[in-house]
């Protein structure tokens, strides 16, 4: 038995000659925010459905909450989802709707008035589902995935459809359940959204895994460089060399404008070492006009590895 | 099971299915009325035929211990469609709504999902045909007195005997009825094919075989759970389309129950 929440092998799933998730191994511990990031049709959402018990799985095997996803009876009580987008009955009310999960599901009904008001839809309970905003939609989604208190909640892209004030909304709250126990997988293709909620991360891309890990451990490999440019652009060769002397790594292409970019190394900060090229680059009589620090960005690292993918 | 059971009682606890209660005794009461409008002077045991040869209830008849329920019966013709319509839309609407797929995450025990769902739907439809019943009744002895029906062998335990029978007929006719708008509403997954195909097979291609193949009433399934809901038709026998109807009922909850299982719950 793992200790992961999820943990598969060889996860695939196929449509005829066609695969749409290819050998997956997740391995998602307890008690975190996960991110199944990638491009639109990268399979996120078939492997979530998977895991659900939705889709049938082609080859592979797995645990969630260590039981065997081939028997999701087995597990599915202790898990919370939205998946796809929110589907209710729209002729009943938000509450009336959350009583049908509950008794579905062998829930004590006590609960709903609860995650009615974590989801901040108390006041708007009784009114009937089709009267409902997409936000309110979406916070009803997951009221419902939350009244059977589960220790993993599994989101397919929830902030899908919703506007910049109830993007921000959805992400406190997603990131405050996570804060209150369940381990959380949330699916998305906002980059900015899984950073700034999520703390592990798995990149999917044509079905493949292309990253799995802790979210800061994807920028671990790639460099820190500084953009360096002279008062004239003239000045790029003697530039160079200095930075040469210096010993420090000088990229062959120039980015346009006179600039080189210089990598520093991973164990050095990046202003003291612009500060010692400044240093030495005046003193051999040349003034520069601009020394930037380009740190690598989440977005940058997941296209390469998207790139690498495809 | 059960959870799936008490999951479709809360859906069905709301005003519109009150209102389709009421359109189902209004319709069991106003065929009723009709019954006793159209019915002519004739013997009880001798069939009647109109100018068009049509069999036309008599009078004699509607006085016999059958007659308390005879408005019903001519009802429950029409009952296996209603019923139909429901459990096909019951079934396709989820799927039209994304709601199939989230039940699925509650109780991914399909099978058992299913059965209480369908007892559920039958549960109403059998407490909606008791309400339909008590109606005809009531329209009947209204009716009676308005055409000067006697009534008498109404209140007798024959009486009672063909109002239990003619109820019962009615519910086998909706189960046999909903198991088969079930399995096609499993298997095309969208309301207006399955409506589609099952009314066009119901409606007039069965009626259009009927009239070139004198045993269609035998096997045809329409036919065959119509016959129940009258108790026996021109040439098939009452025990005859009871076994037949239920068999097709059995084969096609199985069918249904086996692609439901099969397949993946998608939208």
Known sequence: MSASVVHTTGLTKRYGERVVVDHLDLDVPAGVVAGVVGPNGAGKTTTMRMLLGLARVSSGEGTVLGRPISRPASYLSRVGALIESPAFYPALSGRRNLAVHAAIGGIDPRRIPMVLERVGLADRADDAYRAYSLGMKQRLGIAAALVGDPALLVLDEPTNGLDPAGIRSMRDLVRGLADDGPTVLLSSHLLVEVQQVCDWLVVIDHGRQSYQGPVDGILAGAVTELAIAGENTSDIGIIRDVVDRLGYDVQAHSTGAGDLRVVVPSDADPTRVGAGINRAVAGAGITLARIDVHRPTLEERYLTLTKKSA | ?267
């Not at chain 2, 019903?72 to 709504?97: C, K, M, R």
Request: proline letters at 3%; charged letters at 10%.
């Open chain 2, 1 to 267: 099971m059960v959870g799936s059971f008490r999951a479709e009682l809360v859906k069905i606890r709301r005003p519109a299915t009150g209102y389709g209660a009421l359109a189902m005794m209004a319709f069991a009461a106003l065929a009723t009325v009709l019954t006793f409008v159209a019915a002519k002077t004739g013997p009880a045991r001798v069939s009647v035929k109109d100018p068009g040869g049509n069999i036309v209830t008599t009078l004699s008849q509607l006085g016999s211990a059958a007659g308390i329920s005879r408005g019903y019966n001519v009802a429950s013709g029409l009952i296996g469609l209603v019923v139909f319509v429901l459990f096909v839309t019951a079934i396709t609407g989820e799927y039209a709504q994304g709601t199939m797929r989230v039940m699925l995450t509650r109780e991914p025990r399909r099978a058992r999902y299913l059965t209480g769902r369908l007892a559920a739907l039958l549960l109403l439809v059998a407490v909606v045909l008791l309400a339909a019943l008590v109606a005809s009744i009531g329209a009947a002895l209204i009716s009676a007195q308005v055409r000067g029906v006697p009534t008498g062998q109404w209140f007798t335990s024959a009486g009672f005997g063909h109002v239990a029978g003619d109820y019962l007929n009615s519910v086998v006719t909706a189960a046999c009825f909903g198991a088969l708008g079930t399995a096609l509403g499993l298997a095309v997954r969208s309301t207006p094919l399955a409506l589609g195909v099952g009314l066009a097979w119901l409606l007039p291609i069965e009626h259009i075989l009927q009239t070139s193949w004198s045993a269609a009433p035998q096997w045809l399934p329409g036919l065959l759970s119509d016959a129940v809901a009258v108790g026996g038709s021109v040439g098939v026998s009452y025990l005859h389309a009871v076994v037949a109807a239920v068999g097709y009922a059995f084969v096609a909850a199985v069918l249904g129950v086996a692609v439901f299982m099969r397949r993946d719950a998608s939208t």
